[in-house]
């Protein structure tokens, strides 16, 4: 029984390699069969890395996007699953870079704000605070 595994590994190797080199001669089918093979471990992957169904589907669909764009670019150094995965992998830490930086702002608290400098703004004049002692600074408005 175990003298079978490396054939069975070496052929699903050998068919995703084959899957490659139709998809390289413009097979899209070949590419076809290349994601229904891969697309469940991918977004498992992805979602243990980003823990948003949202952002590791997006970053899964993203790394067939760019697996597919630059299939001429996979040299046959590592196995083809190896190298969509790293793909992923990184699609999925740039998912978590941008939702890092991206900032949230409460609408409810810029525009209570807001409201308080025109209402500065109408009573003393053209009032500047200073953003250091925590105030708004009502010359923005």
Request: charged share 30%; net charge positive.
């Amino acid at each position: 029984m175990n003298a079978n595994l490396p054939q069975v590994v070496g052929r699903a190797v050998r068919d995703d390699l084959d899957l490659v080199h139709a998809t390289q001669g413009g097979d899209v089918s070949a590419f076809e069969e290349l994601v229904e093979r891969y697309d469940r471990k991918l977004l498992r992957i992805a979602e243990h890395i980003t823990h948003n169904r949202e952002d590791s589907q997006d970053a899964v669909q993203e790394a067939f996007l760019k697996a597919f764009q630059h299939m001429g670019d996979f040299r046959e150094h590592s196995q083809f699953s190896t190298w969509l995965i790293r793909i992923t992998v990184n699609q999925a830490l740039m998912k978590l870079r941008k939702r890092r930086t991206t900032k949230e702002v409460s609408l409810d608290k810029t525009l209570k704000q807001t409201e308080a400098c025109f209402r500065a703004r109408s009573q003393i004049g053209r009032p500047t605070l200073k953003n250091s002692t925590g105030r708004l600074n009502c010359e923005t408005f």
